[in-house]
């Protein structure tokens, strides 16, 4: 039972541009998400987060949407960098241990 | 400050076997929680320990356990390895307190089961 779904394994941006990332959750109990970017032989590294009474969170080149009708978010990065290279993880937390659930991963390549 | 480290990088072992794996939690940090990762797919989580007891479960066998010392290290030990044992296997460790507290993952051991 996969309860946070990235879909697009891959996706591939010029630099400069804008890089939109996606993810669906099924549990209407995740209280925060979470993403993730993890490079190889790395363990992933957090990015930016949103609590579940926000839509919108902004941290410099990157924000995280969500919209809990649809149980969507997503994650926009503007301007994309070379650097910005990686796996992303979309997760949510729900529970008082904090109990991380992954997604899949998306794994961006900006293109130079 | 020192980050999450974990030993070793790299394990190789045959089905059958048991594997001890180690985590050194950042400093400061009272949490340890241990995720598997299989290729391709996103870190699954295992359980996770505050202050030396369990304090949470995800679905994983018995033959998965583990321990919290009184340093906040941790040590993840499975029993009886199946060839599907092979994995990423992260810990992260964290401050347990209020809504939300960021886990900051080490680098992770690679374990083969052959």
């Known amino acids: 039972d996969q309860q946070v779904k990235q879909n697009s394994p891959s996706l591939s941006v010029q630099e400069g541009r804008i890089s939109i990332l996606n993810c669906d959750y099924t549990?209407?109990?995740?209280?925060?998400f979470l993403w993730y970017k993890k490079y190889p032989a790395e363990g992933p590294t957090f990015l930016i987060s949103i609590s579940s009474i926000k839509d919108k969170n902004e941290d410099g080149r990157f924000t995280v949407f969500l919209n809990k009708s649809a149980k969507h978010l997503s994650l926009h990065i503007v301007p994309s960098q070379p650097g910005d290279s990686a796996v992303y993880f979309c997760?949510?937390?729900?529970?008082?241990?904090?109990?991380?659930?992954f997604g899949t991963g998306t794994k961006l390549q900006v293109i130079p | 400050e020192t980050g999450v480290t974990q030993s070793p990088t790299h394990l190789i072992k045959t089905r059958g076997q048991q594997v001890t794996l180690r985590c050194s939690s950042q400093?400061?940090?009272?949490?340890v929680s241990w995720y598997q990762q299989a290729l391709g797919q996103g870190p699954q989580f295992i359980f996770q320990y505050y202050r030396e007891e369990e304090n949470g479960r995800g679905n994983f066998p018995p033959r998965f356990s583990g321990l919290q010392f009184p340093n906040y290290s941790s040590e993840l030990n499975v029993n009886a390895l199946e060839l599907d044992d092979s994995a990423l296997y992260l810990c992260?460790?964290?401050?347990?307190?209020?809504?939300?507290?960021?886990?900051?993952f080490g680098p992770g051991t690679r374990l083969t089961v052959l």
């Open positions: 400093s400061g940090h009272n949490t």
């Open positions: 992260a460790s964290s401050s347990l307190a209020g809504d939300y507290n960021e886990q900051f």
């Open positions: 997760a949510a937390i729900s529970g008082g241990y904090q109990k991380v659930t």
């Open positions: 549990n209407s109990m995740f209280d925060y």
